[in-house]
């Protein structure tokens, strides 16, 4: 047996997430079903960094599985790209040492979120990006991104069902960067809850819009009530950026 | 009754084409049926300045249609947006001289074709780009365009099933621009045969790639023999820019 370790890059438009769905088509359940198809209908089953939800792209994703077959990783990337359907990408191929594990041994994930400001929308964008054609205060918002930067109960930035009993994060580092059209929001940690990110770009658009003033924001963790802090963000202006692994 | 223009943007992916066919999703049968709906039942035809064929984009396509209501442009604008799909849009409403024809009256139109030449392909341009990842030769396909620059019989470059005689076009411009995973096409006149952009790239990546020497375009050209030119590069690249009309 090897275990082999796949970053792989997906279009969330037309998956209902990452986990198997009965009668949906998730990413997973493709993947899945690929390999089944090249193990000769043996069950091949996958572990991912974390889920995704319905809408929600992935560039780095990473994932692994064990596999009775001995290939190089440049032969399993061309199988596996193959096999996969259009909207789902292998970017790399590695054979992992036997003890690696896609989801216990990230260290870090990076999430970045696409806002298109322009006062139109835009067609080809709809479904990479969270239309808001308001006025934001930048200044604000970044004043309100250093308070979430750290070590804190995320509770209040958490979607309510959820199994996960300890909310302690830490976030290592929000950007917000400006770009012609477009407002990129980066985050940097150790781990996400259940629509955190969501719910923490949700939260800066009311503080930049002027309804949360930004020293609220730390008010609003302390509170570790979900309906002080601002709506989810659409999903299709999320994606899975990167995932570390080691130090 | 007054004659509405609207210029419209739509993501070609999800249509079967512009053209109104049973059975399937198209830009035309969309369109008419927002406006059946927003007529109470009374049916609108439009016309537009061109069929765009299936997976094939628009940014600046433009129709017009009689309407009974007397609505100022923005507010056209508005309802319209509410009523199309997600996948139309209209940038802008005129009401136009009861004279104007969006396919008569037209009096150039640009066309864009884009490639994605990285190695590895992108899940997020797969609707909206032409993989392509081999080597080119600018400075060949840049001197075998200026050969289709011109007024000339483009039986060459014309899909067979057509039922359009006189095949003689003027291209008033072809532009061929490098960035750095992409190469985009521009092709500007005053007007084009079916498939005859998808013809002409198909052809320059021909000799892009040393298939055929750029000065063989002009025996293409005047053989008027569909057979000899390149194979019709495929519709998700190619976007239908802008319509002119008037000098």
């Not at 986990?19 to 088509?25: H, L, M």
């Not at 036997?98 to 216990?104: E, K, N, P, T, V």
């Amino acid at each position: 047996m090897e275990r082999v370790k796949c970053i792989i890059a997906y279009d969330g438009t037309n998956f209902s997430g990452y986990q198997v769905q009965p009668n949906k088509r998730t990413v997973q359940s493709e993947i899945e079903g690929a390999l089944k198809k090249m193990h000769k209908g043996y069950e091949v089953k996958i572990v991912a960094s974390g889920r995704t939800d319905a809408k929600v792209h992935a560039l780095g994703q990473v994932i692994h599985f064990d596999s009775t077959f001995t290939i190089s990783p440049d032969r399993w990337k061309q199988a596996l790209n193959a096999l996969f359907p259009d909207d789902i990408q292998v970017k790399s191929v590695e054979i992992a040492d036997s003890g690696f594990h896609a989801r216990y041994d990230v260290s870090a994930k990076e999430y970045r979120y696409k806002l298109l400001t322009s006062h139109e929308g835009n067609v080809f964008e709809r479904n990479y990006s969270y239309h808001y054609p308001y006025p934001l205060d930048l200044d604000a918002m970044r004043k309100a991104a250093d308070y979430l930067v750290g070590t804190h109960d995320f509770s209040s930035f958490c979607a309510s069902r959820t199994g996960v009993k300890d909310k302690v994060r830490t976030i290592t580092h929000i950007q917000i960067e400006k770009q012609t059209d477009e407002l990129i929001f980066s985050f940097l940690g150790n781990g996400f809850l259940y629509n955190m990110v969501r719910i923490l770009v949700g939260t800066l658009l009311d503080v930049g819009r002027g309804a949360i003033p930004p020293f609220e924001v730390k008010n609003i963790l302390a509170s570790r009530d979900r309906t002080l802090a601002g709506k989810t963000a659409p999903g299709q202006g999320l994606y899975l950026w990167k995932v570390f692994y080691g130090d």
